[in-house]
């Protein structure tokens, strides 16, 4: 009896050693080394990719961001600010009906076969706004213009790039909204476009929160939300 007594004791001491050591060293000094590593040689990545504007953060480098109008009386969807560069559709983002505390916004994708009829419509009523939107006097922009990244959205709804193309193909427009020259806004362009990773890992790329804020510093304006 005594002995079964003082096995069960040293069982129960050893697994609550164990359950301390481990709770130390996986629950405080582990995450304390990783994040020392990060914020020593990664810091701008660890606290979020933040990108600041005029002395204060604007926003991330990884989560795209709308440029719309204030939306008026009645209107469900804001209309784009064309002063700004735009960024992709965002049909896959849901909205929070759980905890309406707070405003948040879920990122997915729009789970919609390629034939889906609703699909189909979006990227219709897309190309044909992108079609309005930038054509300007002397410079029409058709529907074979529009690249494909221009009327869908990423699998993330959150994508914070755009192809170079679908930057080239506002030039004109954001030059003309904000009466800059063509030429000075297709620099911008060339400039914040990043190639592939490597030379050969996914596609060159824009990003349009660093290219509006850029936009702003030209014509002396706000790009972050």
Do not use: C
């Amino acid at each position: 009896m005594n002995t079964s007594l003082t096995n069960a004791a040293r069982l129960f001491g050893a697994g609550l050693r164990a359950l301390l050591v481990l709770t130390v060293v996986t629950g405080i000094v582990y995450p304390l080394v990783v994040t020392g590593v990060a914020q020593g040689l990664f810091p701008g990545r660890a606290n979020g990719s933040e990108i600041e504007a005029d002395g204060k953060v604007v926003g991330s480098s990884l989560i795209g961001q709308s440029y719309n109008l204030p939306p008026k009386e009645g209107q469900e969807t804001p209309a784009p600010d064309l002063r700004w560069f735009q960024g992709r559709p965002r049909n896959g983002l849901g909205t929070n009906t759980v905890n309406t505390q707070y405003d948040l916004i879920l990122s997915g994708a729009t789970n919609r076969a390629a034939d889906n009829p609703e699909l189909l419509r979006w990227v219709k009523d897309a190309k044909a706004a992108v079609v309005k939107d930038n054509s300007v006097p002397g410079h029409p922009v058709t529907p074979s213009d529009v690249p494909a990244d221009a009327v869908t959205s990423s699998g993330s709804g959150l994508d914070p790039h755009i192809s170079p193309e679908y930057a080239d193909l506002q030039v004109r427009r954001v030059a003309e909204r904000n009466g800059l020259p063509v030429a000075r806004v297709q620099r911008l362009v060339d400039t914040h476009t990043t190639p592939r990773t490597l030379g050969f890992i996914g596609e060159p790329r824009v990003n349009v929160l660093e290219l509006n804020i850029a936009l702003g510093d030209l014509k002396g304006g706000t790009a972050g939300h």
